[in-house]
């Protein structure tokens, strides 16, 4: 499968914005935005242009892409199954984004970032409702309980997120259980769930043209 392999801090110069693809390290001095306010490349303007409507259309999706960990084919295939389901169709699209089981991982505090979740579900650590899953766009449901697997509550790195599960702020479609450290998926979330600063009906606009 293919990923994005450079520099992720790239991808938040260049959006100009902290989409914090780093965890925690976003939040510190060491964080590339803070240091390098200009956007990637050996000829990075020194004073910023004027961006057309198609220009903020453009970054709103990549935003969209850069902070789930989607390449462009499987955010369009998600934008398609966004338009065949009723309601608002940036919603919907949003509201597919959270429910990956890679997200759900990284809201649940069992990784700082989606890119370890993501790499945690691909080495299956984890099950949903008593099943091995290790596709990190599997998307959760109402009722669905994701658990660690037996292995992996071994490791050392099991052993600390136990420690901290307590301090974890979860969404409140999501549900903790800090002893077990163990998941549950309780409604489908909504747009007020989801607090990444997008513009959904930019992502809509730039592809209906």
């Not at 453009?58 to 934008?79: C, S």
């Not at 109402?142 to 301090?167: F, H, L, M, N």
Request: glycine fraction near 6%; aromatic fraction near 8%.
């Amino acid at each position: 499968m293919a990923r994005y392999t450079e520099a992720v801090c790239r991808l938040c110069r260049r959006v100009s914005e902290k989409l914090m693809l780093k965890g925690d390290r976003c939040l510190t001095p060491k964080c590339a935005l803070e240091r390098r306010t200009v956007a990637p490349g050996h000829h990075a303007p020194t004073r910023r242009q004027k961006i057309s409507d198609r220009g903020l259309q453009l970054r709103e999706k990549q935003k969209a892409r850069y902070t789930y960990g989607v390449l462009e084919r499987q955010f369009r295939r998600f934008f398609n199954e966004a338009v065949r389901l009723p309601g608002v169709t940036g919603e919907n699209l949003l509201v597919l984004l959270e429910r990956r089981l890679d997200n759900v991982v990284y809201r649940l505090g069992f990784a700082a970032s989606r890119a370890q979740a993501r790499q945690l579900v691909r080495h299956g650590h984890f099950m949903v409702s008593g099943c091995k899953t290790d596709v990190p766009s599997f998307l959760v449901k109402p009722a669905d309980v994701i658990q660690w697997c037996e292995s992996s509550k071994r490791t050392g790195y099991y052993k600390r997120i136990a420690e901290t599960s307590k301090e974890i702020a979860i969404p409140s479609w999501l549900s903790l259980d800090p002893q077990k450290l163990e998941g549950r998926v309780l409604t489908f979330p909504t747009r007020a769930d989801i607090e990444v600063k997008l513009n959904e009906k930019a992502i809509v606009e730039y592809y209906s043209r």
